[in-house]
């Protein structure tokens, strides 16, 4: 039976906020979804809309390219004004402009933190059981065709063992200050974090702000991310080790074993075997 055109949009757009923000885009799990919509389809096609539909309907008009003015500078007040609006926005600063209440962010810097519904309901969720809560920093660059922007997300690690981003920052540089304004907005929307394990690249920049915001009675562990570690390995096993390609090789492969042992004895075992090499 073919979903009529009226219900995919529907399902696609959610007509609870006044931007009319996709839930699919929003990041709202698919089984959520289902379940939303079966409870208010009453009896017709969306009452036995299954799984499928709904992978369809992501694939459904969300790639349209489409801009709310043909000013770039315009365009992002806009978005940044719906976002407000719907109650996702966390902060905005455009360049050119200096923000009193947070002075130590130069003029010509520029932000932008949101976090959307589904982001918001999925963290709230995540915030019920702290003695699990896991919390991952990155920075992204070329995020799109306009350079010198970097992308920095906030994830949680949900019962699944999965990734989900709770919070996004698209800043014009990446720095404790800015990072730490992103955090606070943070903490005024969902409360003091307190995440038991911290992840997040060698450079103590994140893992500071943290600190700083959220940092209180708990013992958070910091971890460095497996890929960050893996590049590390690599840059140091090229540098600093003055052998041949194939034992070089040989210890980048040792360590590997090292970084991927799960279970304590195995690991010590392995490590006086690496440093007896």
Known sequence: MVLPKSE??????????????????????????LERVRETS???RTSILEKKDIENIAAYGLSVNQSRHSDNSTSVRLIAQDMKDAG?????????ELDPQNTEIPSEEFVLAFMKEGQQLMF????????????CMDSTHCI?????????????????????????LISSTVNTEIVKVFLDKIKDRMGVVQAQVFMSDDD?????????????DITVKYLNCSWH?????????????????????????????LMDEEEEDKFHKQCEGFLGY
Request: proline fraction near 2%; hydrophobic fraction near 35%.
């Open 8 to 33: 995919k949009d529907r399902i696609a757009a959610s007509k609870s906020s006044s931007c009319s923000q996709s839930m699919i885009m929003q990041g709202i799990e698919h089984h959520k979804i």
């Open 42 to 44: 009453g009896q017709n």
């Open 88 to 96: 996702e926005l966390l902060y905005f600063k455009d360049q050119g």
């Open 124 to 135: 709230s969720e995540q915030l019920k059981n702290t003695e699990k809560l896991q919390v």
């Open 144 to 168: 799109s065709q306009y350079t010198g922007f970097q992308l920095t997300t906030l994830m949680t690690i949900t019962d699944l063992h999965q990734g989900f981003p709770v919070a996004f």
């Open 204 to 216: 103590p920049l994140f893992r500071n702000a943290w600190y700083a915001t959220m940092g209180g």
């Open 229 to 257: 570690t893996d590049r590390a390995f690599r840059k140091s096993i090229s540098s600093k080790i003055s052998v041949s390609f194939i034992e070089k090789a040989t210890v980048y492969q040792m360590l590997r074993a």
